[in-house]
């Protein structure tokens, strides 16, 4: 997964809030196209945001929007995901991806929804109880 590593999520109740980070190398962070997909069980992949590290400007998918911010920390190469107003139907395994410097825009949300699968790295687990 070219050294993108995820880290947080946990078990909220519905209307909670959680982060997810994504940790890369510095040549991966810079100038590129880095987002999050998450897929929930017997469901396909989902796009959900990105950001292009270059700009600062940001993606979402409609389902959260409103509800969930992405950012950047360039002191420690890490995007985070900052998920407010949780949903039961959030909940899913939710992985970061990197896209490249051209990956960024509305297509970025479809592209974080088709990640070849050799790409997957651990994820992580993110619960939200009605």
């Known amino acids: 997964a070219q050294g993108l590593v995820e880290s947080g999520g946990g078990s909220v109740q519905a209307g909670g809030s959680l982060r997810v980070s994504c940790t890369t190398s510095g040549h991966t962070y810079s100038n590129n196209c880095l987002g999050w997909f998450r897929q929930a069980p017997g469901k396909e992949p989902e796009g959900v945001a990105a950001?292009?590290?270059?700009?600062?400007?940001?993606y979402y998918a409609d389902s959260v929007k409103g509800r969930f911010t992405i950012s950047q920390d360039n002191t420690k190469n890490t995007v985070n995901l900052q998920m407010d107003s949780l949903k039961p139907e959030d909940t899913a395994v939710y992985y970061c991806?990197?896209?490249?410097?051209?990956?960024?825009?509305?297509?970025?949300?479809?592209?974080?929804?088709?990640?070849?699968?050799?790409?997957w790295g651990q994820g992580t687990q993110v619960t939200v109880s009605a």
């Open positions: 991806a990197a896209l490249g410097a051209g990956g960024c825009g509305k297509v970025a949300i479809h592209a974080l929804a088709v990640v070849p699968h050799r790409f």
């Open positions: 950001i292009y590290t270059g700009e600062g400007t940001t």
